[in-house]
């Protein structure tokens, strides 16, 4: 019901910086909470920093002063500005973006979407 498209993925050395965005597509009602999750080789899946609609933020500590979550209400669309990069932020990045829906039967519903994940790899 709500597709999610992610941009901006790539390689990076040591240092540089990488911009992520994800636009969310369908029958949006409202938008509670966008985020950035990420996985790398043989790891769970970690949260990196997420955003309310009221625009509060959340970080993991390992980003925090580094990377910046943003999000644009009117386009659906949140940012990831990735700074002073790490290569132990080699990792797939997905977004998330979770709210209301309105159904093809006109019904009000809560969802949640993942984005189809992004690679960022930084060499050292």
């Known amino acids: 019901q709500v597709q999610l498209v992610e941009s901006g993925g790539g390689l990076v050395q040591a240092g540089g910086s990488l911009n992520l965005s994800c636009a969310a597509f369908g029958r949006i009602v409202r938008i509670n909470v966008m985020g950035w999750y990420r996985q790398a080789p043989g790891k769970q899946r970690e949260l990196v920093a997420t955003?309310?609609?009221?625009?509060?933020?959340n970080y993991a500590e390992s980003v925090k002063g580094r990377f910046t979550i943003s999000r644009d209400n009117a386009k659906n669309t949140v940012f990831l500005q990735m700074n002073s990069l790490k290569p132990e932020d080699t990792a797939v990045y997905y977004c998330?973006?979770?709210?209301?829906?309105?159904?093809?039967?006109?019904?009000?519903?809560?969802?949640?979407?993942w984005g189809q994940g992004t690679q960022v790899t930084v060499s050292s």
């Open positions: 955003i309310t609609s009221g625009g509060s933020t």
């Open positions: 998330m973006v979770a709210g209301v829906v309105l159904t093809t039967g006109n019904v009000y519903t809560n969802f949640a979407s």
